[in-house]
């Protein structure tokens, strides 16, 4: 899809404030903004049908400026000829302004209204059309829905026949973190929560709220629409705002995927030092080599503990392995440590985590290691563990760090549940960039990519099938190989390429079969099509 001011993501209020600067600050008057709301609206469902409507549409709208939209797009369908009805859930007596000049104007055209607030009757009309536009609840919603509003919710779900084309944003999703607004009853889905859109048509920005889950999930097909909101009031405010939040998309990785010069050698790329594995978990380590050789490092050291490198020369062909000596666990020690900052000094960057084990004495090892790296370093996996018990490692390592936390992991870092992560990915991720002066990287659907300065990214790419082992290995690996090779941009780029080959390898296996080896074998795909596509959809 076409990303707008570079893939710059608003709140509502931030929305609501480019409205208020449009027409004040440059006259653009806000029935002209609805106006253009709602006829983009109107648009998307004309080419849901190819202009020729064989079926009845019905726009389910609310009291408020979002059922506005939703009663001009009912307008342009009816003059582009098609069968079009409105059940108004609110009160006619309290609409206002915009929304209640556009209600008197399809009254005087003739559409059909429904002004009951009666369900049993929405249940019938939704049964009997092909196309529902959701126009109930915009971006204003905040708090739990009413029964009332649930039970629309319900029906729109449920008893619809057809598509469903959601106006800024399906009704029930918190437009700023993405969660689900509708009451949690017991054996209740994310269907009884909030409206499940085919297509979602949002205006002038993105909302985040749409690009973090579970909300993005209910999204389906997203098109940004211009709505005449000036672009230099997005500027103007974007200058204003502390550093914002970003879709990550493919000009994440465009300057990586340049072709080589003809005379370059492995030298010109980097040598990354993966410190990995112990007993049972070599796969780790070897996941973490393939994402770092993957991603185009020139040279993959991979340090084990001594009793496991001939297990690793025989699963690594491209990738050097170095035994250091180790703990009584066959894993990382105490014993360990000069010979990792040894081999870590002598490279661009490091990988440190995977596999390591929860012994203690790998832990103390662990956190020892961190307080004294020199090189930028991903840290990953158990490492992540370690450094839940001493969290000012982070502010006392002087080297620039990335920490690569799935949701679990995060709620052990900040002494939470993995539910409450999830509830606010973005904000958590924010906040402890900020606090601890690192990158963070929170795996999973729409991983956020949160900087110390405040600044964000959500990815764009991804796929179901990569919920399986060792992908989050994939992932360090390539990170740190982009950091060896000397990338500004390191964590975006190879978020968004493992997102794109976890969809490649989806692709090719699908979701169940796919591995994280799979995922690895795709990331020259990733970085071919970026080579190789025009970059017509950003």
Same mark, same amino acid.
């Given at each position: 899809?076409?990303?707008?001011?570079?893939?710059?993501?608003?709140?509502?209020?931030?929305?609501?404030?480019?409205?208020?600067?449009?027409?004040?600050?440059?006259?653009?008057?806000?029935?002209?903004?609805?106006?253009?709301?709602?006829?983009? &609206?109107?648009?998307?469902?004309?080419?849901?049908?190819?202009?020729?409507?064989?079926?009845?549409?019905? &726009? +389910?709208?609310?009291?408020?400026?979002?059922? @506005?939209?939703?009663?001009?797009?009912?307008?342009?369908?009816?003059?582009?000829?098609?069968?079009?009805?409105?059940?108004?859930?609110?009160?006619?007596?309290?609409?206002?302004?915009?929304?209640?000049?556009?209600?008197?104007?399809?009254?005087?055209?003739?559409?059909?209204?429904?002004?009951?607030?009666?369900?049993?009757?929405?249940?019938?009309?939704?049964?009997?059309?092909?196309?529902?536009?959701?126009?109930?609840?915009?971006?204003?919603?905040?708090?739990?829905?009413?029964?009332?509003?649930?039970?629309?919710?319900? +029906?729109?779900?449920?008893?619809?026949?057809?598509?469903?084309?959601?106006?800024?944003?399906?009704?029930? %999703?918190?437009?700023?973190?993405?969660?689900?607004?509708?009451?949690?009853?017991?054996?209740?889905?994310?269907?009884?929560?909030?409206?499940?859109?085919?297509?979602?048509?949002?205006?002038?920005?993105?909302?985040?709220? #749409?690009?973090?889950?579970?909300?993005?999930?209910?999204?389906?097909? #997203?098109?940004?629409?211009?709505?005449?909101?000036?672009?230099?009031?997005?500027?103007?405010?974007?200058?204003?705002?502390?550093?914002?939040?970003?879709?990550?998309?493919?000009?994440?990785?465009?300057?990586?995927?340049?072709?080589?010069?003809?005379?370059?050698?492995?030298?010109?790329?980097?040598?990354?030092?993966?410190?990995?594995?112990?007993?049972?978990?070599?796969?780790?380590?070897?996941?973490?080599?393939?994402?770092?050789?993957?991603?185009?490092?020139?040279?993959?050291?991979?340090?084990?503990?001594?009793?496991? *490198?001939?297990?690793?020369?025989?699963?690594?062909?491209?990738?050097?392995?170095?035994?250091?000596?180790?703990?009584?666990?066959?894993?990382?020690?105490?014993?360990?440590?000069?010979? %990792? #900052?040894?081999?870590?000094?002598?490279?661009?960057?490091? +990988?440190?985590?995977?596999?390591?084990?929860?012994?203690?004495?790998?832990?103390?090892?662990?956190?020892?290691?961190?307080?004294?790296?020199?090189?930028?370093?991903?840290?990953?996996?158990?490492?992540?563990?370690?450094?839940?018990?001493?969290?000012?490692?982070?502010?006392?390592?002087?080297?620039?760090?990335?920490?690569?936390?799935?949701?679990?992991?995060?709620?052990?870092?900040?002494?939470?549940?993995?539910?409450?992560?999830?509830? *606010?990915?973005?904000?958590?991720?924010?906040?402890?960039?900020?606090?601890?002066?690192?990158?963070?990287?929170?795996?999973?659907?729409?991983?956020?990519?949160?900087?110390?300065?405040?600044?964000?990214?959500?990815?764009?790419?991804?796929?179901?099938?990569?919920?399986?082992? @060792?992908?989050?290995?994939?992932?360090?690996?390539?990170?740190?190989?982009?950091?060896?090779?000397?990338?500004?941009?390191?964590? *975006?780029?190879?978020?968004?390429?493992?997102?794109?080959?976890?969809?490649?390898?989806?692709?090719?296996?699908?979701?169940?079969?796919?591995?994280?080896?799979?995922?690895?074998?795709?990331?020259?795909?990733?970085?071919?099509?970026?080579?190789?596509?025009?970059?017509?959809?950003?």
């Amino acid at each position: 899809m076409k990303w707008p001011f570079g893939g710059l993501l608003v709140t509502a209020e931030q929305m609501r404030d480019l409205d208020r600067r449009a027409a004040e600050d440059y006259g653009v008057p806000s029935l002209l903004l609805m106006e253009n709301a709602g006829g983009a &609206v109107a648009e998307a469902a004309i080419d849901l049908f190819g202009g020729a409507f064989a079926t009845s549409i019905l &726009v +389910v709208c609310g009291s408020g400026n979002n059922g @506005g939209d939703g009663f001009v797009a009912a307008r342009h369908l009816r003059n582009a000829h098609a069968d079009v009805r409105i059940f108004y859930f609110g009160d006619r007596a309290s609409a206002k302004g915009d929304a209640f000049t556009n209600i008197e104007i399809a009254e005087k055209m003739g559409i059909p209204i429904d002004y009951s607030r009666n369900v049993t009757r929405l249940h019938k009309q939704i049964g009997s059309c092909g196309l529902v536009i959701d126009a109930l609840l915009g971006t204003g919603a905040k708090g739990e829905l009413s029964p009332e509003y649930a039970e629309v919710v319900h +029906v729109m779900n449920f008893d619809r026949r057809g598509p469903l084309i959601a106006a800024d944003i399906p009704s029930g %999703v918190d437009a700023d973190t993405g969660a689900l607004l509708g009451p949690v009853q017991r054996h209740s889905s994310i269907l009884d929560r909030a409206v499940k859109a085919s297509v979602t048509v949002t205006f002038g920005l993105p909302k985040i709220g #749409l690009m973090t889950y579970p909300g993005a999930s209910l999204v389906g097909r #997203l098109i940004v629409a211009d709505i005449g909101i000036p672009e230099k009031a997005v500027w103007q405010q974007s200058g204003d705002a502390e550093v914002g939040v970003r879709a990550l998309h493919r000009s994440a990785a465009m300057n990586l995927a340049l072709p080589r010069p003809q005379g370059a050698h492995k030298g010109d790329f980097g040598h990354v030092a993966i410190v990995a594995g112990s007993v049972g978990m070599t796969g780790a380590a070897t996941l973490a080599a393939m994402g770092a050789l993957r991603i185009g490092t020139g040279l993959v050291t991979v340090a084990v503990p001594e009793s496991l *490198n001939d297990i690793m020369e025989v699963k690594l062909t491209e990738a050097m392995t170095i035994p250091v000596p180790q703990g009584k666990a066959r894993a990382f020690g105490m014993a360990s440590l000069d010979r %990792v #900052l040894e081999i870590i000094d002598e490279r661009d960057a490091a +990988v440190i985590g995977p596999g390591f084990g929860r012994d203690e004495d790998t832990l103390a090892f662990t956190l020892k290691l961190i307080r004294k790296l020199a090189k930028p370093a991903i840290i990953d996996a158990d490492a992540l563990y370690a450094v839940s018990r001493d969290l000012s490692v982070l502010e006392k390592c002087k080297a620039p760090l990335v920490i690569t936390p799935h949701p679990g992991e995060m709620a052990t870092l900040i002494g939470t549940t993995a539910d409450q992560v999830q509830s *606010n990915r973005l904000e958590v991720a924010r906040a402890f960039a900020k606090e601890h002066g690192v990158t963070v990287v929170l795996k999973g659907a729409g991983t956020v990519i949160a900087a110390p300065d405040g600044g964000a990214f959500i990815n764009t790419t991804g796929s179901p099938g990569m919920a399986t082992g @060792g992908t989050g290995d994939v992932l360090s690996g390539m990170i740190g190989g982009l950091l060896a090779q000397g990338s500004d941009h390191a964590a *975006n780029a190879a978020v968004y390429l493992h997102g794109r080959a976890g969809e490649l390898a989806a692709e090719k296996l699908g979701e169940a079969a796919m591995l994280a080896t799979d995922l690895a074998d795709s990331i020259g795909g990733a970085i071919q099509e970026v080579l190789q596509q025009p970059d017509t959809k950003e």
